[in-house]
């Protein structure tokens, strides 16, 4: 069974950075795509960011050229870099990941409900 678990989360002024990791254990190699999305208070959950095995990646609109996803499988770890941090972007982020299918990530990002497995999440604050 895999487990995820995020760190990096906190608070930053707006136009700031904040690099999220997501440490994967159990056998994540069975997983087809990973990404992130998060969910803000009384808001449905918006995927962020996917990657899959072949390195492919997709972004939600919203943060296209601001956030980087990326793994190293050597250290079992997913990130997501971000930049240019927006008030709007205040959320709890998830980690997740998904292992039926070989939807491409763009699906996981705009359908977040799709993943199979997600984190406890982080908490990333940004003030205006």
């Known amino acids: 069974q895999v487990q995820l678990v995020e760190s990096g989360g906190g608070s930053v002024q707006a136009g700031g950075s904040l690099r999220l990791s997501c440490a994967i254990s159990?056998?994540?190699?069975?997983?087809?795509?990973m990404g992130w999305f998060r969910q803000a208070p009384g808001k449905e959950r918006e995927g962020v960011a996917g990657i899959d095995h072949d390195g492919r990646t997709s972004y939600a609109d919203s943060v296209k050229g601001r956030f980087t996803i990326s793994e190293d499988n050597a250290k079992n770890t997913l990130y997501l870099e971000m930049n240019n941090l927006k008030p709007e972007d205040t959320a709890v982020y998830y980690c997740?990941?998904?292992?039926?299918?070989?939807?491409?990530?763009?699906?996981?990002?705009?359908?977040?409900?799709?993943?199979?497995?997600w984190g406890q999440g982080t908490q990333v604050t940004v003030a205006s």
């Open positions: 997740a990941a998904e292992f039926v299918s070989h939807l491409r990530p763009a699906y996981f990002v705009a359908n977040p409900n799709g993943f199979d497995v």
């Open positions: 159990g056998d994540s190699s069975r997983s087809t795509c």
